[in-house]
């Protein structure tokens, strides 16, 4: 025995003893420190590492039109999302996905650039997917970790263009409007509205989006919805009732598109009291074509179109208002006891006025001879109204123009309506052009709606509903009326009655003779809108005479003149007054969907052996 | 043979340590992520453990003598088949980004690296055992050095960073053992320190000046501690063209070692995950089979080198406290049994094979918990893997024949 005789070893076994209790105790103290003292922090890292929130988007509430028909509903439609845990992996997964369904590298961007606003959450790659992409997609799962096909409720406008500009589309919301909190309650990945009734209403419509939480992987392939982690299941948004009759509506677009294919305007019906009827901007886009994140090709052609097809050119187009202002000269006229209906102008028309050094023209060059108030109103005599403007003169004008709301805007509960342009006084005039600088020949055109004169049809067909009814107008509206104050034309009901004799006479003898709504007692008036191409044409008319049911405005751009726009407006007033209740059996009712959210078809991993 | 000879504590520990162990490896395979390898990982260590209970009942027949006899020839054998892995040796599973394994016409055999660290056990124990007294020079530690210093250099060129430094441990483990002073080990051990610390100028400079301190201190002798001196400054230098000797991985596993935030998606986050998994077990842990990390393959290589974590989730620090009392108990045992051996070559195996045990036990648990830098080294009876589970069997049969001479002897009473 030498080096390692036992009675040698005392020592050395003392040590090593020590150093494994050491030992032992340094690992336990390690391990204590993490799965004791720091539990709450390594689970918390634990549930982020693995759990993943899937937004659950709420259905949008629908949109009926006045008899319960459906304007805009969800189907079930198919969202295909991507969880990645980095760029990189998304990238490849996308490359793989590409060779299974055409996406085009702007499209692929657009997924990344999701994917770095909220790369916990799974990057949005396609919404309405149908059943067989979606099979085609889950038969390649094996290639596509990080795959999520989720059942979600799809806005469908079954009535595609007809309802584009009521309605507005809608789309994802933007990080920018996340952080400026332009969307109360919306979430990264909602859907909000971007228009119309849509953006209008959004805040009822849209509902509160749920939250799902899942498992994931290492490779950020989901494993299974997470039980122990309660989800927030969406609550659905609420459906809104507008005043729109659709069959209207559609007939109007059918209308439009079979009979003035290229022409660009817009057509609007509404009740007396404002419920709006029918909202028509032509031309159109399909609404549907938004859902799901707008392809890149179509967004560029709506926004590069010249003919401007997202405008909503009721209510945000101003036009020189033309020859239906005149109704608001001789309104001001009669306020002011300037006339009165058997008024005769000191000049007869000679097909125009001389004024000054100047002659302004009357649109009807063989003159119209001596007329009084209501033959100068169904003539549309300018002449006449010239005068009619000289002798209320320009600041009373202004005055009475601007307490008859024709500087204000009219109201209407959507979208973002242009505000009409008529100067509150003269200082307006001074201010723009010198004291000096402009003359009394401006009260001249502002009388037959022309100059500084710029009104939206909407404006207008508050105007003319106030006349068609008992002089009194409310706000024009869709679902609810937001201004209740009403403005009223100021005038005596003989003097309302005698300009109702006028505008029935426009339509039975006068400017809009010819658009054939006689049997129907039309009344309204035509406009030509002067501009530097071709001028425009307006008709606004009401009927029935005694009793109007509907009002129905309509300006067509380079049109020429109002009487090729009035038979139109004609058709649409017949078809309302007309249908029988028969087309409204015909029409689909049908019971909105109230879809509830499903996070479906997840990815199930072989478990066999558990 | 008298069944009384038999070391019934060590079987019956080494038993619950396998079981443990197989049970954790069937776990690890249990996840939502499919993967094969991982799935039938426990019957195929099942079959390895059948194995090894075999050898080892063939390794307790056989005479000390004759293993005494055969080491070098044992070690020659390791050295040899080293060198040719070195030169053939393919990567696989664990270890797939170094050369290990030695396989022939596509059939791996095994990691020769453990025939190696038993025969360089058994060559230091013949040699140590042959020395009346220990050495009290460096000149008296130069064959030890050698003797495991050729494997140590040759698996460092596969390159295996573990295995180097189980060589490191069986060394020093053996040399203390062997009654070499600690003072001289940490001499010997001193060069290493001056590598570490030559990181930082301020630490090496402390260093540095405590090793004269030491020197003078200790008296050892001139010429030693001008050697001793002059290598520890060498080292300083080296330290910086060593470092860039080192494969990228390596490095990145000592900066992530010291900090595993600085690079979270990549070196780090083996580290990470596997604290994460840990710490996410808790006191009692998230049950048996059902750790969340686990089963979603968030831990690296879980059924091999971080079995240990999978522990940590899955039964929480109770579990952990429990096996790590189990491994405490049987190191006693084999420190026990290592002290009442019949012969010096006998009691050196054994704790040759505790220092070798007990250092796989360290680093790989170490670094799960991020105590030590992460090194793919496995955990004795527990990690999924044939010739580590052979070797760790056969060991714990050389143990029980030297228990067993012991009592036959009357010397266990000592």
């Known amino acids: 025995m030498s080096t390692v005789s036992a009675d040698r070893l005392r020592d050395r076994v003392t040590a090593v003893q020590g150093v494994m209790v050491l030992t032992f105790l340094l690992l336990a103290g390690a391990f204590f420190r993490a799965q004791v003292v720091g539990y709450e922090d390594y689970r918390l890292q634990s549930q982020k590492n693995r759990l993943r929130q899937v937004p659950l988007l709420a259905p949008r509430g629908a949109i009926l039109d006045r008899n319960n028909l459906v304007i805009a509903e969800n189907v079930p439609g198919y969202t295909v999302k991507l969880f990645a845990p980095s760029l990189d992996t998304l990238r490849a997964v996308l490359g793989r996905l590409r060779a299974l369904t055409p996406i085009d590298s702007a499209e692929v961007e657009m997924i990344v650039r999701r994917f770095r606003e909220a790369r916990y959450q799974p990057a949005l790659v396609f919404s309405g997917a149908d059943f067989a992409m979606v099979s085609k997609l889950e038969e390649h799962r094996f290639l596509l970790p990080g795959l999520v096909v989720q059942t979600e409720p799809r806005r469908l406008y079954s009535t595609h263009t007809a309802v584009a500009h009521l309605v507005g589309y809608v789309g994802e919301v933007s990080e920018d409007e996340l952080t400026r909190g332009r969307f109360p309650g919306s979430r990264l990945g909602s859907i909000v509205g971007r228009d119309g009734l849509e953006q209008q209403y959004d805040s009822i419509l849209r509902g509160v989006d749920g939250v799902q939480y899942t498992e994931v992987d290492a490779r950020g392939r989901m494993v299974r919805e997470q039980v122990s982690t309660p989800s927030l299941a969406p609550i659905a948004g609420m459906q809104i009732r507008t005043t729109i009759d659709l069959p209207l509506q559609e007939y109007i677009d059918s209308l439009w598109r079979a009979a003035l294919p290229d022409t660009r305007g817009a057509l609007m019906a509404m009740t007396p009291d404002g419920k709006i009827l029918a909202l028509y901007s032509a031309p159109a886009f399909d609404p549907n074509d938004f859902i799901g994140g707008i392809a890149a090709p179509t967004w560029l052609s709506l926004n590069t179109d010249p003919a401007k097809p997202l405008i909503n050119r009721a209510i945000r187009g101003t036009y020189p208002p033309a020859s239906p202002f005149k109704l608001a000269t001789a309104v001001i006229a009669l306020r002011r006891g300037v006339v009165d209906f058997t008024t005769h102008m000191p000049q007869p028309c000679r097909g125009g006025f001389q004024f000054g050094n100047r002659f302004f023209k009357c649109w009807r060059r063989e003159g119209h001879g001596s007329l009084d108030l209501t033959g100068a109103i169904a003539a549309s005599c300018d002449a006449y109204f010239y005068q009619l403007g000289l002798r209320i003169g320009l600041p009373s004008l202004l005055e009475e123009g601007n307490l008859l709301g024709f500087s204000e805007r009219s109201g209407i509960d959507v979208g973002s309506e242009s505000k009409p342009l008529l100067p509150a006084s003269v200082k307006y005039y001074n201010d723009r052009y010198g004291p000096r600088g402009w003359s009394n020949a401006a009260v001249l055109n502002l009388a037959i709606g022309q100059g500084e004169n710029n009104q939206s049809l909407v404006g207008m067909m508050r105007f003319y509903a106030a006349l068609a009814g008992n002089g009194t107008s409310a706000a024009p509206y869709l679902v609810r009326q937001h201004d209740s104050t009403t403005r009223s034309l100021g005038l005596t009901p003989v003097q309302l009655a005698g300009l109702k004799a006028a505008l029935c006479r426009v339509v039975q003898s006068g400017t809009a003779a010819g658009s054939g709504g006689r049997d129907l007692n039309v009344c309204g008036k035509t406009g030509t809108a002067q501009n530097s191409g071709k001028d425009h044409g307006w008709f606004i008319g009401y009927a029935p005479a005694d009793n109007p049911k509907i009002v129905v405005g309509s300006i067509m751009e380079s049109k020429e003149h109002g009487s090729s726009v009035a038979p139109y407006v004609v058709r649409v007033i017949r078809r309302f007054l007309t249908a029988s209740d028969s087309s409204l059996a015909k029409a689909r009712v049908r019971v909105p969907i109230q879809e509830d959210s499903i996070t479906g078809a997840l990815a199930k991993p072989d478990t066999a052996g558990r | ?414």
């Open chain 2, 1 to 414: 043979m008298r069944r009384d000879g038999l070391d019934r504590p060590l079987i019956l520990v080494a038993l619950a340590l396998t079981v443990f162990g197989v049970m954790m490896v069937y776990s690890a395979g249990q996840t939502d992520v499919p993967s094969v390898a991982a799935r039938g990982a426990w019957i195929r260590q099942l079959i390895w453990l059948a194995v090894g209970i075999v050898g080892a009942s063939i390794v307790f027949r056989v005479n000390f003598r004759i293993l005494e006899w055969a080491a070098p020839g044992l070690y020659i054998l390791g050295v040899v088949l080293l060198l040719v892995t070195l030169f053939v040796g393919t990567g696989a599973g664990t270890a797939a980004g170094s050369k290990s394994w030695l396989s022939i016409g596509g059939y791996r055999l095994g990691q020769p690296v453990e025939l190696a660290k038993l025969a360089t056990i058994f060559l230091l124990a013949r040699y140590l055992s042959s020395l009346r007294e220990p050495p009290r020079t460096l000149k008296g530690l130069l064959t030890p050095v050698v003797i495991a210093g050729v494997p140590l250099i040759l698996v460092m060129g596969q390159p295996d960073l573990g295995s180097a430094i189980v060589f490191i441990g069986i060394l020093f483990a053996m040399l203390f053992w062997a009654g070499v002073s600690p003072r001289l080990l940490l001499l010997l051990a001193s060069p290493a320190v001056s590598l570490l610390l030559a990181a930082d100028t301020r630490w090496w400079g402390a260093w540095m000046l405590l090793l004269f301190l030491l020197l003078v201190l200790w008296r050892a002798y001139v010429s030693e501690g001008v050697l001793i001196y002059l290598v520890n400054s060498a080292m300083g230098v080296l330290a910086i063209i060593l470092w860039n000797q080192l494969k990228p991985y390596q490095q990145n596993r000592l900066i992530t070692f010291l900090n595993p935030e600085s690079d979270p998606v990549h070196a780090g986050y083996q580290a990470i995950q596997s604290m994460v998994a840990i710490g996410s077990g808790g006191l009692l842990g998230t049950g048996f089979l059902n750790g969340p990390q686990k089963r979603l393959a968030y831990l690296p290589e879980q059924y091999t080198d971080f079995i240990f974590a999978v522990l940590g989730e899955e039964l929480g620090f109770v579990g952990v406290f429990a096996a790590l009392g189990l491994f405490l108990m049987f190191f006693w045992i084999l420190l026990r049994i290592a002290r009442r051996a019949t012969d010096p070559f006998s009691s050196l195996v054994v704790f040759g094979i505790l220092g070798l045990l007990f250092t796989h036990l360290f680093e790989n648990v170490g670094m799960t918990i991020n105590v030590m830098p992460i090194t793919g080294i496995p955990l004795p009876f527990f990690s999924y893997g044939g010739s580590f589970l052979l070797s760790c069997a056969l060991a714990v049969g050389l143990v029980l024949r030297v228990a067993w001479d012991s009592r036959l002897s009357g010397y266990a009473d000592v």
